[in-house]
């Protein structure tokens, strides 16, 4: 007879609260439910080591859809539970079988809150049976649709047929048989569905899991109802009246009448077949193990460049193993989407794919899981909160990531492989982490002046320096070929000292946060005042005097270019151009201004905010010839040609030129001037000179020395 329970106080109200706001995947319910039932077998296990049973259970978890009845079936061979234990392990929410087992064994490794996860069978069922049984009991019978009320009935072996299904025999543990709703019916009886969401939440389970699969097989048979002719023979002799009649044997040769049948065949599949290797030695796992974990992890058909075993002992412990695919993904960094490279299991279980909880944006290339006993879980396992155990987890697999790449450098060839993949990653990660910056900044490699088809890391650029050299140069820029031939690199190349190349639009941002390696200061040869190591102070002296001898050139170009740039000064940067265009040393470079300009939501102002200098070249014969340049008539001409020099130089330093039609009229009038073509120079030229007057002040420079 059936006996009655109420739940808990408010445990109506707590159930829908579950039900309706702690799992937002239904699928969760079956993680749940296996996830009980191991801890079910483990609870059994510790049991038979304790008391030593005659016949022990094999371990297993069986799942049985049965879409006919509309039913689904999870039954474990594990401890099972009686009348009492029902009561206080169901009845009473989240109170946990599993929890009092963990507090009388401490290095037990259980998924806790047995309660709570079993109502997520509530998530897909209208109503739940439990079946259950321990050793040497009779079996008891749970039932409740969730609105409040429970029912317990005992049931002897000689009825128990009538109530679980007709494919097992229940000889000890428990069944948990939904009710499935209709819409969950054809999903949760479906046997691909089922065997999907089991590998992909609880395919390393330490028991087998087995699932009902039911087909029909059409064969050929032979036709066992045929009719054979008879061939008879009448025999001369006679017995009497009557001849005697003899059945001769069918013909042989005859081909056999045959039909098709169908046959029902039922077996038990074994779903999850992988193990979990991270749980073994290093030393016993084999590589082919490693690449067939990667691929059933991943999905991915390509073995990974690298791989590497982590594990933490102490206070927190975990396992687990990285990978290092040999493809990117896509959308590795597009915003919005989240990344599932890096799974985290508790206790064998899945919990997550949200590589944003395990690992920072620059990472999302590195795949991998790891398993930890230590996570607490509250309430669910899909409400995985950070706690101090995650950050734990997280802090280890940027290191070991980091580590992982450094090991490859061992093999500059197949590393130089893994980086030209990875590059943008790499800078990203220089600039996002700021306690591993300079470990992160060892990965990095460029082209550099010295080493253009070679790429060279910070520390081989370091090894090359000369004794007085201190600083790291670079250059940055979107072309390399563009790049080495930059007006930039003319005394870094006369004195022999390496500069870097930067290509990449990262590699701005990158070294606004990367100002130093190993005490060396990394420094853009494009902006500010740069001192080189060789300078002498009779070189310095000279230097002070040119700047006081050109002292009112300059400030006069100030006044005349004063809304374009924000200094005009003598330089030693260049040797063969007349002047070049920089940026203060807390400026954008030219190619910074650019990317901002090009990005959607940047400033279209840009050019007004950044801060430009002309630096001019005393050296120059252009230069020498302007130097006396002022406001009188005779200079008029000479501001054209101090206007084609100026614009020349913002081209080739990387920026845009000022007022483009007005540079491209004075550029022809100079190139038609020089081919003696006078008839044809227009009369609107800006500074409104005669024809005359332009070949008399041009004639007076020696165009030879123009460069």
């Known amino acids: 007879m059936s006996e009655k329970y109420s739940f808990d106080t408010d445990i109506s109200a707590l159930l829908k609260l579950i039900i309706n706001n702690f799992y937002s995947n239904k699928d969760i319910f079956l993680r749940e439910l296996i996830s009980n039932a191991s801890d079910s077998i483990d609870r059994y296990n510790h049991d038979c080591i304790v008391n030593k049973p005659d016949n022990k259970v094999d371990n297993c978890i069986t799942i049985i859809p049965d879409k006919i009845n509309k039913e689904l079936h999870i039954i474990d061979t594990g401890d099972g539970m009686n009348k009492d234990e029902l009561i206080k392990n169901i009845g009473?929410?989240?109170?946990?079988?599993?929890?009092?087992?963990?507090?009388?064994?401490?290095?037990?490794?259980?998924?806790?809150?047995?309660?709570?996860?079993?109502?997520?069978?509530?998530l897909v069922s209208k109503h739940v049976t439990i079946i259950s049984k321990k050793i040497n009991s009779n079996y008891f019978k749970w039932m409740s649709d969730a609105n409040g009320e429970y029912t317990i009935d005992e049931i002897t072996s000689e009825n128990i047929k009538e109530h679980i299904h007709e494919d097992y025999n229940l000889l000890q543990g428990t069944i948990i048989k939904c009710q499935l709703t209709d819409e969950s019916v054809d999903k949760y009886t479906n046997i691909e569905k089922l065997k999907s969401i089991i590998?992909?939440?609880?395919?390393?389970?330490?028991?087998?899991?087995?699932?009902?699969?039911?087909?029909?097989?059409?064969?050929?048979?032979?036709?066992?109802?045929?009719?054979?002719?008879?061939?008879?023979?009448?025999?001369?002799?006679?017995?009497?009246?009557?001849?005697?009649?003899?059945?001769?044997?069918?013909?042989?040769?005859?081909?056999?009448?045959?039909?098709?049948?169908?046959?029902?065949?039922?077996?038990?599949?074994?779903?999850?077949e992988n193990k979990p290797i991270w749980t073994k030695p290093v030393n016993d796992i084999k590589e082919s193990e490693y690449h067939g974990f990667y691929k059933s992890l991943t999905n991915d058909n390509d073995t990974p460049f690298l791989y590497k075993h982590i594990s933490g002992e102490g206070q927190i412990e975990y396992k687990g193993i990285l990978f290092l695919p040999k493809k990117v993904k896509n959308n590795v960094?597009?915003?919005?989407?989240?990344?599932?490279?890096?799974?985290?299991?508790?206790?064998?279980?899945?919990?997550?794919?949200?590589?944003?909880?395990?690992?920072?944006?620059?990472?999302?290339?590195?795949?991998?899981?790891?398993?930890?006993?230590d996570l607490p879980l509250n309430v669910s396992r899909e409400m995985l909160q950070e706690n101090k155990v995650v950050k734990v987890?997280?802090?280890?697999?940027?290191?070991?990531?980091?580590?992982?790449?450094?090991?490859?450098?061992?093999?500059?060839?197949?590393?130089?492989?893994?980086?030209?993949?990875?590059?943008?990653?790499?800078?990203?990660?220089?600039?996002?982490?700021?306690?591993?910056?300079?470990?992160?900044?060892?990965?990095?490699?460029?082209?550099?002046?010295?080493?253009?088809?070679?790429?060279?890391?910070?520390?081989?650029?370091?090894?090359?320096?000369?004794?007085?050299?201190?600083?790291?140069?670079?250059?940055?820029?979107?072309?390399?070929?563009?790049?080495?031939?930059?007006?930039?690199?003319?005394?870094?190349?006369?004195?022999?000292?390496?500069?870097?190349?930067?290509?990449?639009?990262?590699?701005?941002?990158?070294?606004?946060?990367?100002?130093?390696?190993?005490?060396?200061?990394i420094v853009c040869i494009t902006k500010g005042d740069i001192e080189l190591p060789n300078v002498t102070d009779s070189d310095k002296e000279d230097f002070k005097k040119k700047q006081e001898e050109y002292k009112d050139t300059c400030a006069y170009i100030k006044k005349l270019y004063g809304q374009d740039f924000s200094d005009v000064k003598i330089t030693n940067k260049i040797v063969d151009l007349p002047c070049i265009v920089s940026s203060p040393e807390n400026g954008f470079s030219a190619n910074m201004e650019k990317i901002i300009k090009s990005q959607t939501l940047g400033q279209s102002d840009i050019t007004s905010m950044n801060k430009r200098i002309l630096e001019i070249n005393p050296e120059h014969q252009i230069i020498k010839k302007i130097k006396n340049i002022n406001d009188s008539d005779e200079y008029k001409v000479l501001k054209d040609l101090l206007d084609l020099v100026i614009n020349s130089a913002l081209l080739y330093s990387g920026y845009p030129i000022i007022k483009p039609v007005d540079f491209s009229k004075k550029i022809l009038n100079v190139v038609m001037i020089g081919m003696d073509i006078t008839d044809d120079i227009p009369n609107d030229i800006p500074n409104e000179n005669s024809k005359e007057t332009v070949l008399d002040n041009i004639e007076t420079i020696d165009m030879t020395k123009v460069d």
């Open 333 to 373: 960094f597009e915003r919005g989407v989240v990344q599932n490279n890096i799974k985290l299991y508790v206790r064998k279980v899945f919990v997550s794919d949200n590589s944003a909880v395990l690992c920072p944006e620059w990472l999302h290339f590195v795949a991998g899981m790891v398993d930890t006993d």
């Open 199 to 272: 590998k992909e939440h609880s395919q390393y389970i330490n028991f087998p899991i087995k699932i009902l699969n039911i087909r029909e097989e059409t064969k050929e048979v032979e036709d066992d109802e045929e009719e054979l002719d008879e061939e008879v023979v009448i025999d001369e002799k006679k017995e009497g009246d009557e001849p005697v009649i003899i059945e001769d044997i069918p013909d042989e040769s005859k081909p056999k009448k045959m039909k098709k049948i169908t046959e029902v065949i039922k077996d038990f599949q074994l779903v999850n």
């Open 393 to 521: 987890i997280k802090k280890a697999i940027i290191k070991k990531s980091i580590d992982m790449l450094k090991n490859a450098m061992e093999d500059m060839d197949n590393y130089t492989k893994i980086y030209k993949i990875y590059q943008k990653n790499i800078k990203l990660g220089v600039y996002e982490e700021s306690g591993d910056r300079e470990r992160v900044s060892d990965l990095l490699m460029f082209y550099s002046l010295n080493s253009p088809d070679k790429m060279i890391t910070f520390d081989d650029y370091i090894t090359s320096m000369n004794e007085k050299q201190k600083d790291i140069y670079f250059i940055s820029g979107d072309n390399i070929d563009i790049l080495k031939s930059s007006p930039f690199l003319d005394r870094f190349k006369k004195n022999d000292i390496d500069v870097l190349f930067m290509t990449d639009p990262v590699d701005e941002y990158m070294c606004q946060r990367l100002v130093s390696y190993k005490e060396a200061k």
């Open 92 to 122: 009473t929410i989240a109170n946990s079988g599993t929890k009092a087992f963990m507090e009388k064994v401490k290095d037990s490794n259980l998924i806790g809150q047995f309660g709570v996860g079993f109502y997520s069978a509530f």
